[in-house]
Each structure stands twice: as C-alpha cells, then as structure tokens.
Nanobody, 122 residues
Framework: VQLVETGGGLVQPGGSLRLSCAAS???????????ITWYRQAPGKERELVAS????????NYADSVKGRFTISRDNVKQWVYLQMNNLKPEDTAVYYC?????????????WGQGTQVTVSS
C-alpha cells in the first residue's frame, strides 16, 4: 500500500494549487472504506488536520482556517484524493501529507504519504 502526494510548489498569496494523493496497493472494495485526510505541518509546529473525506465521499470536514478556501474530493475508481486550495495565504505554507485510515476487526489500518511542500510567498 502506497500513498503519493503531488502538486505542491511555490505560489503567491491569493493563488491556487491543487494537491493530489494517488493510492496504490488497495483493492477497490478496500479503498472505498478508508477515510482520507490531508494534514499539514509547518516548521516548528505540530501536524494539523486540514480536511478529510469519508469513505463514500458523503461527508467532509475542514479545519476552520481553511473553510471556504479549500475543497477536498475523492475519486474512488481512480483511487485519487484531491485538495483544491484557493486564496492561499502565507500561513498555509507547510508540508502537506495524505493519510488513509480505517478500523477493521479491532485494528486500525493507517497509511501516510511522504508529503509535498507548499510555499505561499510573494
């Protein structure tokens, strides 16, 4: 099982980026059961939840700091999750990580990507 994030980069304040998280090694029936979450970690700060989407994509959750600016979505057939980030601010600068998690038979299956750097600066 592997998660790979792409789409990070340098963008000016007010700009947009779209992050992608590609999953591999899951079966379709397994992947759809995972909640996918984007986290971020800025230098010197703890990792924080940015946005999450449930297995069926029917429920999303956002950190207050990104509500109205970021949108999370998932394509279960392609096994991709996206984070559309608009009106970016310097405080959005961080390494963004993709996480897949699900409970099953008393265990928690928890996978992380390697992260992608987002830098918002003029």
């Amino acid at each position: 099982v592997q998660l790979v994030e792409t789409g990070g980069g340098l963008v000016q304040p007010g700009g947009s980026l779209r992050l992608s998280c590609a999953a591999s090694g899951f079966t379709f029936s397994s992947y759809v059961m995972y909640t996918i979450t984007w986290y971020r970690q800025a230098p010197g700060k703890e990792r924080e939840l940015v946005a999450s989407v449930t297995s069926a994509g029917s429920s999303t959750n956002y950190a207050d700091s990104v509500k109205g600016r970021f949108t999370i979505s998932r394509d279960n057939v392609k096994q991709w999750v996206y984070l559309q980030m608009n009106n970016l601010k310097p405080e959005d600068t961080a390494v963004y990580y993709c996480n897949a998690k699900r409970p099953l038979s008393g265990r928690v299956y928890d996978y992380w990507g390697q992260g992608t750097q987002v830098t918002v600066s003029s």
